[in-house]
């Protein structure tokens, strides 16, 4: 199903031609024939403009905690002569 900004979108497109009409200079079957053209490209740049904007306002998940590590201190006499 076509998304109404979608068609929204191709009118806008094709308004220039939709002005032409108005004033006598465009039949109307090229006014339609330019909005039928105008849906696909309109429905494509849309289509990449929520690609392009979909990751954005998502919240990131928190990085999982590390395991806590306590040194323990080492024998300078172990290390000469391991067990």
């Not at 009118?11 to 090229?30: E, G, I, K």
């Not at 429905?43 to 806590?68: D, I, K, N, S």
Request: no cysteine.
């Amino acid at each position: 199903m076509i998304r109404p900004s979608v068609l929204l979108f191709a009118f806008v497109l094709s308004a220039p031609a939709l002005y032409r009409f108005l004033h006598d200079q465009l039949d109307l079957t090229d006014v339609l024939i330019r909005f039928i053209i105008a849906v696909p490209i309109a429905a494509l740049l849309l289509a990449a403009l929520r690609f392009v904007t979909a990751g954005y306002g998502r919240a990131e998940e928190p990085e999982p905690e590390a395991t806590a590590v306590t040194p323990t201190p080492v024998d300078v006499h172990e290390m000469e002569n391991p067990a």
